[in-house]
């Protein structure tokens, strides 16, 4: 069983819907949780991380953890074409060396229709 | 600030030849990675260094070297490749080992290989 699971979708929504991605996780230590998008042929970039439990909001993208169930998700409201991209979730404890220890889901394909 | 450089950005290889994966940053970031992505397994973290002249294995290390002379440069060499290394290859770096915990780790645009 992989430490984290993703559904890769793809997933298809009009634009302006509410997207929901989600992760699974089965390591209880992982504390810090992040998602990244990453456009076709291009490098991830980080969007959101968070710490432990709760919510997180950044404009338009709100992260949340539930660590009792082992679950993460990233709501996109009022979604735009140009947030068509594959979304990867990753998780890491904190350590001497977090870094070399992020663990990557497989990633979701989301695509808006104008 | 070019940011993290990767070069080639497409190379096709026949099975047990060698070659270098290039890749910079200018950030001064000392931490600095190699991570392959293939379809449906995520990415993967082939080796990293936490400074210039330190590195050291990741998840998938089998087949590849690296090393780090100075802080900006961190190629990544394939020694004899095989069809199994057809990936897609990032570099990435950071301030310090703590990305993820508490800071942003940067990638690069990837390099495509197939190996043949």
């Known amino acids: 069983q992989k430490e984290v699971e993703q559904d890769p979708g793809p997933l298809s929504v009009p634009e302006g819907a509410i997207v929901s991605l989600n992760c699974t996780y089965s390591?209880?230590?992982?504390?810090?949780f992040m998602w990244y998008r990453q456009y076709s042929r291009k490098g991830p970039e980080l969007l959101m991380y968070t710490y432990s439990s709760g919510n997180k909001e950044d404009g338009r993208f709100t992260a949340q953890v539930d660590k009792s169930s082992k679950y993460i998700s990233l709501f996109i409201r009022d979604s735009q074409p140009s947030d068509s991209a594959t979304y990867l979730c990753a998780m890491t404890r904190l350590s001497y060396s977090s870094a070399s220890k992020i663990i990557f889901g497989s990633g979701t394909r989301l695509s808006i229709r104008p | 600030n070019a940011g993290v450089t990767q070069t080639p950005k497409f190379q096709v290889l026949k099975t047990g030849q060698s070659m270098t994966l290039q890749c910079a940053q200018d950030m001064n970031h000392e931490y600095m990675s190699w991570y392959r992505q293939d379809p449906g397994m995520g990415l993967r973290l082939i080796h990293y260094s936490v400074g210039a002249g330190i590195t050291d294995q990741g998840e998938v290390p089998n087949g590849y070297n690296v090393s780090r002379s100075t802080t900006e440069d961190f190629p990544l060499r394939l020694l004899s490749a095989a069809p199994s290394q057809t990936s897609v290859y990032f570099c990435a770096s950071s301030f310090s080992s703590l990305a993820g915990a508490t800071e942003t780790q940067y990638f690069g645009p990837g390099t495509r290989l197939l190996v043949l």
């Open positions: 390591n209880s230590a992982f504390q810090y």
